[in-house]
């Protein structure tokens, strides 16, 4: 991955348009950032209201709240660490 982000590092003049690797980059993490989001929350909400489908089996875990606040402070962090534009 260094080897794409190097050259925009030092462009050789600043209206160089040499930065379209980076670019990508950048938005493929936004757009991987996101789906992180909306998954984690999902399944946050899904532990948060005890659905039968995440906590009703034996091998699921006993406290659900407790693995939603979890669930929660991940997509936190998520959203405060999502790359600025």
Known sequence: MLIFIAPCLAPLSPSSNSCNQTNFVHVYSTVISGFAIVILGTLGLLFNAENHEVVGSTGDPADGRAVAQT???????????????
């Not at 669930?71 to 534009?85: K, M, S």
């Open 71 to 85: 669930i929660l402070v991940a997509v936190l962090v998520y959203i405060v660490r999502l790359p600025n534009p």
